[in-house]
């Protein structure tokens, strides 16, 4: 089994999230939760979970859920409307416990922390 490369995570994309405000979060936990989001994502593309999470992202400030991942890549592979995989994607995974609510915006599979 390979070895998972670190993310890089840029402190100004964090700075810019409400996360700032929590002192004990940090990119290791950032890019843990990335992981688990992508883990999630991952069997619904026949894809690996290191494919997923580099294109992962951190949503802004101003929408509701934390992370965002985009499906305009899938929809040249799979042939499909990328809103068309993200509402599919979406009805195939459950919520877990680190993840409250996993909604479809468009073209968009998004993720909300609990």
Sequence with gaps: MQARKPLQI???LVKCHSWNFIPY???WMIQKLMYEFASL???NLWASVDEIVSDVVIAPDNVKWD???PCFKRAKTLWKNPAQISSEIVSKIQPSNVFSE???VWPYVNAVLN
Aim: no cysteine; proline share 7%.
């Design 10 to 12: 840029s402190s100004e």
């Design 67 to 69: 992370f965002a991942f």
């Design 41 to 43: 994502i991952a069997p």
């Design 102 to 104: 996993i909604i479809s």
């Design 25 to 27: 979060v940090n990119d």
